[in-house]
């Protein structure tokens, strides 16, 4: 990237989107892809992709072409570009012929930065005559997981576009998600062909949002406790089936909360309806099954809810990333039982595709050990993608009300060396059962009674060393191989242990889950109404107002992150306005003298309160 590039990025970056400075990776996969590189780039929901494909598509000559899953985070995207006075449009099912024939004019006479698309519509042959016949200054595979067959929403449309690099060789491309695991990660760049992509693998930490995990007990009871607390703040609360969708948003409407479901047996324009009031605010919870969400760029989700234990560790942490995508505090519950996990298995071993049914079996048991763990459910979710977290993140319910511990150094000894005197070729059941000096035949086939390991276990039940053995992966000890059957493998991290160099303290093992202390909660937003928090109330209804008035998302004029800070800077001017982040030119001029007028007159009426009080007092 020439200096010219560098300073339109920058330069782009604070006058059309308003944000002062790159965050680190987005500046590294901007500056790759200026440089005409395919990219790879993995970062948590809410962490700014978009810009890392918006920027450079404005820079390059000709257009950026964004394919993309949905319909809803398409318009969505093009609202927010043309909010900011960027040529941006879509090119979908949604559109009547007339104003489909206008994108393509508009494509054609090369008047669009960005053209986001489905990949079925986008590999047609005749779309792609087009397209040869333009300049394209990038393609960004937005959702990129759905190419894989090991991600948690494989597609089969997704894998066309693979072809591409073969029709544009010369055109960068970019590959773009916020979950995959290692083979997922593996398989996006082969699936579409990248030639030696710059990698860019971001945190999957997401501090803002704080995760509980409780074991059912009268669920309904539970999800309402928790939805009631946030009186009037948006969530998504996710369910397994159908008719369970219906059953908790009935229930919960009629507890006066303003919530609708959705769901694929819904109708189309019913389901348009639903999600297009709440990306309004109309209503403030949406009950779902999976088929809602994907993408969806509401930032002031400030929970998500899961009724029913998800499949797999994917699904959940990108789901809970709908919560907070605007860094402000959120929460996550999930409630589960064993007859979740039953109903899972049951969905899976319909799969009559072997390979497909053993990666989603194994999926299921990664997620379940998740909501059985007795450590810090942060590390648990980063270990799953291979991030270490060095300490406990004091945000969730493990650590806000921890289990017991206990020096469990020698357990973990005994645990590790029989996986390394198994030939690290086996799974955690096996591992087990020569741990706990179990008769089975298979133990005798292959000698393994007769290794010093065999039953030294003895003095642990069997559900006891799974909960050691999920710790010890949590921590960092251990690896499953989700590619080889899930067997266990020695990582370096255990070698001190093992070496007796290191002690290990790890959570007993208790029967049940309880639920956390919600006065330790620290993610529970201020309940005290100081004068920020009632400025940021007024000015979150002339936002309403003025989005009604455009028939757009609320969020679409301005994030509640922006909101607060208006409440907390007060400006005064236009230059003022302009330094808040998320303010560019095109969003001061058109709004700019409103808000500022609007927290001049609240500024005032306070004054005005304050000497009355003062007089009367």
């Not at 093992?509 to 109404?529: G, Y």
Request: proline share 4%; net charge neutral.
């Amino acid at each position: 990237m020439d200096n010219n590039d560098k300073q339109g990025a920058e330069e782009l970056l604070r006058h059309v989107f308003g944000y002062d400075s790159f965050r680190p990776l987005q500046h590294a996969v901007v500056r790759s892809v200026l440089e005409g590189k395919d990219n790879f780039v993995l970062m948590p929901t809410g962490g700014g992709k978009s810009l890392c494909y918006q920027i450079p598509a404005m820079i390059r000559p000709g257009v950026g072409i964004v394919v993309s899953p949905l319909i809803s985070l398409m318009q969505d995207q093009v609202q927010a570009l043309l909010s900011n006075g960027v040529a941006a449009a879509f090119y979908n099912s949604s559109l009547t012929s007339k104003e489909a024939h206008q994108v393509l004019t508009s494509l054609l006479h090369e008047q669009l930065d960005l053209l986001y698309i489905a990949p079925e519509r986008l590999m047609t042959p005749w779309f792609l005559e087009h397209l040869k016949k333009l300049q394209i200054s990038l393609f960004a595979i937005d959702e990129a997981h759905c190419v894989s067959q090991w991600g948690p929403d494989f597609r089969p449309e997704y894998l066309q576009l693979g072809q591409l690099k073969q029709l544009f060789p010369n055109v960068p491309m970019l590959a773009l998600t916020a979950t995959a695991d290692k083979q997922t990660r593996l398989d996006i760049p082969a699936k579409l062909n990248l030639e030696q992509p710059d990698c860019h693998l971001g945190s999957f930490n997401r501090h803002n949002i704080q995760y509980t995990v409780l074991e059912k007990h009268q669920p309904f009871k539970q999800l309402l406790r928790f939805i009631t607390r946030r009186t009037a703040e948006a969530g998504i609360v996710y369910c397994l089936t159908r008719n369970r969708v219906e059953e908790v948003a009935e229930k919960l409407d009629k507890e006066g909360v303003k919530a609708l479901p959705y769901h694929a047996g819904l109708s189309t324009q019913v389901r348009q309806k639903t999600q297009e009031m709440f990306q309004k605010d109309d209503i403030d919870v949406v009950v779902a099954t999976i088929a809602f969400g994907m993408g969806i760029d509401k930032p002031n989700v400030r929970f998500v809810a899961h009724y029913d234990l998800p499949k797999n560790i994917e699904s959940y942490y990108q789901e809970t990333g709908r919560a907070g995508r605007d860094g402000l505090p959120s929460e996550s519950l999930l409630l589960y039982g064993l007859a979740d996990v039953a109903v899972a298995r049951g969905i899976i071993t319909q799969n009559r595709n072997e390979d497909q049914k053993r990666i989603e079996m194994h999926k299921l048991n990664m997620m379940t050990q998740f909501v059985e763990a007795l450590s810090c459910r942060r590390r648990v979710l980063l270990n799953y993608f291979e991030e270490d977290l060095d300490q406990d993140c004091q945000n969730c319910d493990i650590c806000l009300k921890p289990p017991e511990t206990y020096d469990a150094t020698e357990d973990a000894r005994k645990a590790l060396s029989c996986v390394y005197r198994v030939g690290q070729r086996y799974g955690v059941s096996y591992v087990i059962d020569v741990l706990r000096g179990a008769e089975s035949k298979r133990i005798k086939d292959l000698g393994h009674e007769r290794l010093s390991v065999y039953a030294i276990g003895r003095h642990l039940n069997q559900e006891q060393w799974h909960s050691i053995f999920r710790q010890l992966v949590h921590r960092g000890l251990l690896e499953q191989d989700v590619a080889n059957y899930s067997i266990l493998k020695l990582k370096e991290r255990a070698r001190p242990v093992l070496t007796g160099q290191e002690k290990l303290y790890l959570a007993k093992f208790r029967a049940s889950q309880t639920e956390a202390l919600t006065k330790k909660n620290k993610v529970i937003l201020p309940q005290s109404h100081s004068p920020d928090d009632l400025l940021f109330e007024e000015l979150r209804k002339l936002r309403k107002s003025l989005a009604q008035a455009a028939n757009v998302a609320p969020f679409i004029i301005f994030s509640d992150s922006t909101l607060r800070q208006m409440a907390a800077q007060k400006p005064r001017n236009r230059s003022e306005f302009l330094q808040l982040s998320g303010v560019g030119e095109k969003k001061l001029e058109i709004y700019g003298s409103t808000f500022i007028e609007a927290i001049a007159a609240f500024e005032n009426l306070k004054r005005s309160l304050d000497e009355t009080q003062e007089i009367r007092f």
